[in-house]
């Protein structure tokens, strides 16, 4: 089986641009939840999605919104790129909610 | 917001010898995972513990949960070069685990 794909793997950003970053969800994984990572930290939780419904909501501003897909790949957009938004973003799916998540490998976006 | 603090930040040791690393809070996980991180890749499940006072070995690893599900602590047995990377504590409120909160992580390497 494959795992969790995530394109592209880096991304270079102008400030005030928009992005969408996509996320391949395991095969037989109905649930997808997005992290950001910064630079010398853990994880932040962005947002879950089930079933193609928003499933959960971390600390982020609506310009972070997502979307999935009935495949159950998903994408993370951010609008208005600031440069905060510099960092490893990660998708991490399950086959449901409480179950073990499989994570990507992420993408580097980098906003200049 | 529950915070989940690790400790220690970085860890150098030789190979072979033995080490433990910490994960509190002040808040009560109903579940709690390890991931092992390395450099451009996803965190990677090492275990998931749930009860406790619960114990768990994976090899040379062992994990503890403590009694009131506040802390964790991770324990290497004869370390390998193989065990660098970064690892990570994670909590959640619920059964999902896919909205988790991470700490920000040891940094461990193995030197030869």
């Known amino acids: 089986e494959t795992g969790v794909t995530q394109s592209p793997t880096h991304l270079i950003k102008t400030r005030g641009q928009q992005v969408t970053l996509r996320c391949s969800s395991q095969s037989g994984h109905n649930t997808v939840s997005w992290y950001q990572q910064a630079l010398g930290q853990g994880p932040q939780f962005i947002f879950q999605?089930?079933?193609?419904?928003?499933?959960g909501r971390g600390n982020f501003p609506p310009r972070f919104s997502g979307l999935q897909f009935p495949n159950y790949s998903s994408e993370l957009n951010v609008n208005a790129l600031e440069l905060d938004d510099s960092a490893l973003y990660l998708c991490?799916?399950?086959?449901?909610?409480?179950?073990?998540?499989?994570f990507g490998s992420g993408t580097r976006l980098t906003v200049v | 917001t529950q915070l989940l603090e690790q400790s220690p930040q970085f860890l150098s040791i030789q190979e072979g010898e033995n080490l433990t690393v910490y994960c509190n809070s002040s808040?009560?996980?109903?579940?709690l995972q390890w991931y092992r991180q390395e450099p451009g890749e996803g965190p990677v499940l090492l275990v998931t513990v749930v009860t406790g006072g619960e114990v768990k070995k994976l090899k040379r690893l062992t994990f503890q949960f403590g009694d009131a599900r506040k802390d964790s602590s991770l324990h290497i047995t004869a370390a390998q070069p193989g065990d660098t990377g970064l690892y990570l504590c994670?909590?959640?409120?619920?059964?999902?685990?896919?909205?988790?909160?991470f700490g920000d992580g040891t940094t461990l390497t193995v030197k030869p």
């Open positions: 994670a909590g959640g409120l619920n059964t999902n685990a896919g909205k988790s909160t």
């Open positions: 999605y089930y079933r193609e419904e928003e499933n």
């Open positions: 991490a799916s399950s086959a449901d909610r409480d179950y073990g998540y499989t």
């Open positions: 808040s009560v996980f109903s579940s």
